[in-house]
């Protein structure tokens, strides 16, 4: 039963006998704590803008498709589907404690945020500490059994379990505690499938829920049970009794089978389009900054302050999703794109990576790589960490300079923000609201930009503007005058417009040309 705060207990603890007095108060503290916080993780009016963010007309859109209380998602009628609201669902959250307590408050306050931003509304929590989950349940059979009481106490409808539970553990938990019992990975699934816009990106998280639900599938009731297929005993068995050779739950596998398939083609269609434009890119000499990190870490709010691009900004996890590349210019006039990517997560789930890595390929082509850290989240390297590992798998983001951006400097603990640039070599402490550091953010992409490798000194033709446009974008010109003949420009450019310029007549008093 959950025990009143009277008693000096948190409502949030729930007394387990395979645990000692010390480490049931302190799992009651950090329940406690979250709690706490509890409706802080998602709230617009709590979202802070300013005049880099626009008017953020697709916040206005996603909140009007938010759940609301009272409303059911069960469908009456096939018409439904395109102008139903979903209910606010009640949960109770469950985590293990393998670590530190601190690890455990941060990942359990992780999963509250996650949550709340599917749109639920977290009534309880319960930690358990043990050295590995229950093969059966994932909590001891007493745990889960308590966990029953809590979820029959305070009218919860889905228990949300801090891991990825087995096909097995998940439905013999659902059997004792008699609600929907969902697990990290499907939750943040369905916070990617409720934010998701693009084409590529629907299709992209639609295949991740459909390789996650595969195994998972359940038959309920006779229709999902296998039929008889021969002679078998029993009254009303042999012949007559075989069924037509496919049941409900298989003829599903195959549906879901059939639909991933025509998704993995509908997004292998749509990656020519992708690698053209980077290719766009890489043949005008336009350099590339990728913008990387946890999620909520404010990258979007950065991209809106370097850029003014608009961009949405929310106070909720994983609010973008597709990915966003606008134009900026250095102060010498050196034209380059900022790409903004989906945020990571402490054990993103592996088919959301695989899903997402065209997505991710602009960190791999990237020349430059922007590591937004949350500097006033309490365990910003555990965030490095997680990003880092996804990385790793991203073809050529390894060999990618990172610079590590510490944001939100306004709020953050200085304490903290020494102890990550203790540990990493390139840092810079930004704030995307107040625009603290952002100047100095600006030149440091300045400097660490590739710069064109070949000199020019050329006069080109006055018919030739489109060579001139050309190195008014992706070149360094550090002369330009017009004579009677055409433009003279002394410039730096890449190789391949320097091969075409080489062509032109040198102007007067010029050096060689260094190719």
Not at 137 to 155: D, M, N, P, R, Y
Not at 215 to 238: H, I, N
């Amino acid at each position: 039963m959950t025990q009143s705060p009277a008693n000096g207990t948190s409502p949030g603890w729930h007394r387990a006998d395979d645990e000692s007095p010390e480490e049931r108060d302190v799992a009651g503290d950090v329940v406690a704590r979250v709690l706490a916080r509890a409706g802080t993780a998602r709230s617009e009016g709590a979202t802070v803008h300013t005049t880099s963010d626009g008017e953020q007309l697709d916040l206005v859109e996603r909140a009007a498709l938010r759940r609301v209380a009272g409303l059911s998602t069960e469908l009456e009628d096939v018409t439904e589907v395109e102008y139903r609201q979903l209910r606010l669902e009640r949960v109770v959250l469950v985590g293990l404690w393998y670590g530190s307590a601190d690890e455990a408050e941060v990942s359990l306050r992780e999963l509250a945020a996650l949550a709340e931003t599917a749109g639920s509304q977290v009534l309880d929590g319960l930690l358990q500490r043990r050295q590995k989950p229950d093969p059966g349940t994932f909590l001891g059979s007493g745990k889960a059994a308590q966990l029953a009481e809590i979820v029959a106490a305070t009218g919860a409808d889905t228990v949300v379990v801090d891991s990825e539970l087995a096909p097995s553990q998940r439905r013999a938990l659902e059997d004792i505690v008699k609600v929907k019992v969902i697990d990290r990975t499907a939750l943040i699934l369905d916070i990617f499938a409720q934010h998701a816009k693009s084409r590529e990106g629907k299709a992209q998280v639609e295949l991740a829920q459909m390789e996650y639900m595969l195994p998972r599938l359940r038959g309920w009731g006779e229709s999902m049970s296998r039929q008889a297929g021969g002679q078998v005993g029993g009254a009303g068995a042999g012949m007559g009794s075989r069924g037509p050779g496919e049941t409900k739950i298989e003829l599903d596998r195959r549906r879901i089978r059939t639909r991933m398939a025509k998704l993995r083609r509908e997004i292998a269609a749509m990656a020519p389009a992708r690698e053209t434009k980077r290719s766009s890119r890489r043949r005008g000499a336009i350099p590339s900054v990728a913008i990387a990190g946890y999620t909520n870490a404010g990258k979007s709010s950065l991209l809106n302050a370097l850029t003014n691009a608009g961009v949405l900004v929310e106070n909720a996890l994983f609010a973008t999703l597709d990915p966003t590349i606008r134009r900026a210019q250095t102060e010498d006039g050196r034209v380059y794109t900022l790409a903004d990517t989906v945020g990571f997560v402490r054990h993103l789930p592996h088919q959301l990576v695989e899903a997402f890595r065209s997505t991710l390929e602009e960190v791999g082509e990237a020349d430059l790589l922007l590591h937004v850290v949350d500097a006033s989240h309490p365990d910003p390297e555990g965030q490095i960490a997680a990003v880092r590992e996804v990385l790793a798998d991203v073809p050529g983001a390894s060999d990618v300079p990172e610079v590590i951006v510490l944001n939100k400097a306004d709020v953050a603990d200085p304490e903290v923000v020494a102890r990550v640039r203790l540990r990493e070599r390139r840092t810079i402490l930004v704030s995307a609201h107040t625009r603290q550091g952002i100047d100095q953010l600006l030149e440091l992409v300045e400097a660490e930009l590739p710069r064109p490798a070949v000199e020019v000194d050329v006069v080109v033709p006055y018919d030739r503007g489109d060579l001139v446009h050309r190195v008014h974008e992706s070149g360094e010109i550090s002369c330009e005058e017009h004579t009677p003949t055409g433009t003279h420009l002394r410039a730096r450019v890449d190789e391949a417009l320097g091969a075409e310029l080489a062509g032109f007549p040198r102007g007067h008093g010029a050096d060689p040309l260094a190719v």
